[in-house]
């Protein structure tokens, strides 16, 4: 019989982990010891537990499998609550694994080190911000206990937790045994379909919005198909910006409201039946809509269930939703009232002396994709997710819903972690909370391009209250200190050297690249200028 670490982490494996990230402590160095003998799953520590839950998610994100994140008790695990907390609202399935004290320690009559209130605090904060749960403390049932955790992570593509104590590394246990995934009721399915169906057959002005559960599903490559077959106009949310990036021919665009390309902003709002298909209905995706969400036109397939008007259909997996649109859906043909609306990137940065404003550096990265390919990126929340609007449609993990700065670095490492070489965005000011992790890529020959826009601002905050002094930040020099801690920095302030320093970045491997952007204060990118405005007008119309 295995012992349970072992069976813990062959499970992990059989559901769909890659990698795991962590950071060790006293009550998981036995769990670690395993991890890092066993070799059943490449191990990858970072410096601090709020990058290990970004790097877990981002992974996630990448390969559609599970992230998984291994924390120390109590300071460890509560380290990791916000980075947990943006996976469960963004639908990343991260699995924490958080050590815990042993059956003995737990009755010593001490308070044990790392303890907040009693001995399962960390499990009560936990139970709020992840979907299923396990105290690993039973050799019997922990196998059981393992696979329903599992199934509910891949199944909800959401956080779970499951609670290691440390006296348990070495407990016998039967092999966790996978269960089967549950499947949608096959008549509720069909008659749900035919109205879907019905419903756009009768439609004058339909268009398809997608959001990040269709990756976090797999159906990506069967939802382009869709859109091909039922010849129907299709565009991401902002959270779900890097969808179908392989579909070029499918997708318009992006859905900005007020703060985006006219013609996608008019095939949303005035198209008669909306299908959104795995979307979050978050204010970021769609406050700036000039129409309230109307049920009459919409048709709503998110988190197992579908939403026809004013009626759900539950238990209703996206991946056999598409399944049975994609068997019963007949080829259509658009009507010709329905031209597909494109954005189009912009492209050509004159390479000259002039200072680089943000949209310079969107246009930069589109002529450095032409020359070396996409890249998937990542970024982090700040004006660099808006000017990632204007970069090609490539994958992109971000916390575009969520909105919690310090995701963009590690993330990027996580990234980096599943083969992929990254790009990634980042403000000054995110940077200062996480960026210091770029140092950890040397040990794992991790090469990510870093692009740091460098306004000496929290730029966000700064366009919603310009008068406020402590928006204003120091000038730390990253390009600097990137290059004592393991990759190669430099500083450009001109749309020459911006283009240059990204060649060489491009060309560069095997260590990281950090090119450290100096932006002027007050000057954000086209597509933030227009959310504000159109923020600032939906504020006015709301208080009218
Ligand atoms: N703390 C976290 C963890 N997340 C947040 N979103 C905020 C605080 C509030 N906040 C939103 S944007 C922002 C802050 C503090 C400033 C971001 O500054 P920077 O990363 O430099 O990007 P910029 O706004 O300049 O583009």
């Given at each position: 019989m295995p012992a349970l670490a072992h069976a813990l982490l062959a499970a992990l494996k059989d559901h769909g982990a890659r990698e795991i990230f962590g950071i060790p402590g006293d009550f998981v160095l036995p769990l670690f010891k395993v991890i890092e003998e066993s070799d059943i799953l490449p191990n990858v520590t970072l410096s601090h537990e709020p990058a290990v839950g970004f790097a877990a998610d981002a992974a996630a994100r990448y390969h559609g499998g599970l992230g998984v994140a291994v924390v120390t008790y109590g300071a460890g695990a509560f380290n990791l609550v916000n980075a947990i907390a943006g996976a469960y609202a963004e639908r990343s399935p991260v699995v924490v694994i958080a050590g815990a004290p042993g059956a003995r320690e737990r009755v010593s009559g001490f308070l044990l080190?790392?303890?907040?209130?009693?001995?399962d605090t960390q499990l009560a904060v936990f139970k709020e911000i992840t979907c299923d749960q396990a105290v690993l403390s039973d050799p019997v049932t922990a196998p059981a206990q393992i696979a329903r955790v599992l199934r509910s992570a891949r199944e909800m593509s959401l956080p779970v937790y499951l609670e290691f104590p440390r006296?348990?590394?070495d407990a016998e246990v039967e092999a966790v045994v996978p269960l089967p995934s549950r499947q949608a009721n096959q008549e509720a399915l069909g008659e749900c379909v035919e109205e879907i169906l019905g419903r756009i057959e009768r439609a004058v002005r339909p268009v398809i919005v997608v959001d990040v559960e269709i990756r976090r599903y797999g159906v990506e490559d069967r939802i382009a198909a869709l859109a091909r077959k039922l010849a129907l106009p299709l565009v991401t949310t902002f959270m779900g910006?890097?969808?179908?990036?392989?579909?070029d021919d499918v997708v318009a665009g992006t859905y900005l409201g007020a703060a985006g390309d006219p013609a996608i902003t008019q095939l949303v709002e005035d198209a008669d039946l909306v299908l959104m298909?795995?979307?979050?209905?978050s204010d970021t995706n769609f406050?700036?809509?000039?129409?309230?969400?109307d049920p009459r036109r919409m048709i709503l397939a998110a988190s197992r269930e579908v939403q026809i008007g004013h009626h759900v259909y539950r238990d209703m997996p996206l991946g056999d939703l598409i399944d049975a649109l994609d068997d019963r859906a007949t080829k259509r043909t658009a009507p010709t009232t329905l031209p597909r609306q494109r954005t189009a990137y912009p492209r050509?940065?004159?390479?000259?002396?002039q200072p680089i404003a943000p949209s310079d550096i969107a246009t930069a990265i589109n002529d450095m994709f032409d020359r070396h390919g996409r890249m998937p990126m990542t970024s982090d929340i700040g004006d660099c997710l808006f000017t990632a609007?204007?970069?090609?449609n490539t994958a992109l993990a971000a916390?575009?819903?969520?909105?919690?700065?310090?995701?963009g670095v590690p993330a990027g490492i996580g990234v980096a972690a599943t083969g992929l070489r990254p790009l990634v965005l980042v403000g000054d000011g995110a940077f200062q909370m996480?960026?210091?992790?770029?140092?950890?890529c040397r040990r794992y020959g991790l090469d990510p391009i870093v692009v740091v826009f460098n306004n000496c601002s929290w730029e966000m905050l700064r366009v919603f209250q310009?008068?406020?002094?402590?928006n204003n930040l120091d000038d730390w020099h990253y390009a600097d200190i990137a290059n004592s801690i393991g990759g190669t920095g430099e500083r450009v302030a001109t749309r020459a050297e911006l283009v240059a320093a990204l060649e060489r970045a491009a060309q560069r491997r095997g260590q990281f690249s950090l090119i450290e952007v100096m932006l002027p204060r007050g000057k954000t990118s086209d597509t933030l200028a227009r959310f504000v405005a159109g923020f600032k007008s939906a504020r006015e119309r709301m208080t009218k």
């Open positions: 080190h790392h303890q907040a209130r009693t001995v006296d348990m590394v910006r890097g969808l179908l990036d392989k579909a298909l795995g979307v979050i209905l406050a700036l809509s000039n129409r309230a969400p050509g940065l004159v390479a000259d002396g609007m204007e970069i090609d916390p575009g819903y969520y909105a919690g700065m310090g995701f996480t960026g210091w992790e770029l140092g950890n310009p008068e406020s002094r402590f």
